[in-house]
C-alpha cells in the first residue's frame, strides 16, 4: 500500500510540473494524489473547462473532474492513478499542451468539440430539462432484434 501510494503522488507530481506552465495551478502547495489547475488564463479565448475536457475525448481521454474543488474557478482535477505508465502520462500531457494551444489559436475547434466521438457535444441544458431515462433502440440508430 505504501509503494502504491507513492507511486499516485508521483503520477501526480510529474503531472504537476509538466502542465504547470500550460495552465495556471489553483494551489502554490505541493500536490499529493491529485493536482488542480485552472482555466483561467484561457478566458480571452472563450474556451472553458469543461471545452477542453470534451477535447480530451477526441485525443482518446476520457475528462478528469472538472469544476471542482468549487474553490476553484474553472477547476480542472487531475488524479492520475498507481497503474500510469509514464508514457500514459506524457501522452496525456502532450495531448493538454496540445489543446492549449489550440484554444489561443481555434478556439472554435476546441468550444466544439468532440468531434471524433460517436456522439457529438450534448445539449446540457435540453439534456437536464428532458431527460431520457430509459433505453431506446432508436438512441443509438442499432435494430438490436435483427
Known sequence: LTDVTAMAVLNANYVRARLAGVLPLAFPT?????CVFSDRDLERTGV???????????????APTIYFPLVVPGAIMIEPTETESKQTLDEFIAAVEAIVTEARETPDLVKEAPHATFVGRLDETRAARHPILRWHRW????????
Open 48 to 62: 472553458h473547462t469543461l471545452d477542453l475536457a470534451k477535447r480530451l475525448l477526441d485525443y482518446g481521454f476520457f
Open 30 to 34: 505541493p500536490s499529493l494524489h491529485e
Open 139 to 146: 438512441l443509438i440508430g442499432v435494430d438490436v432484434d435483427s
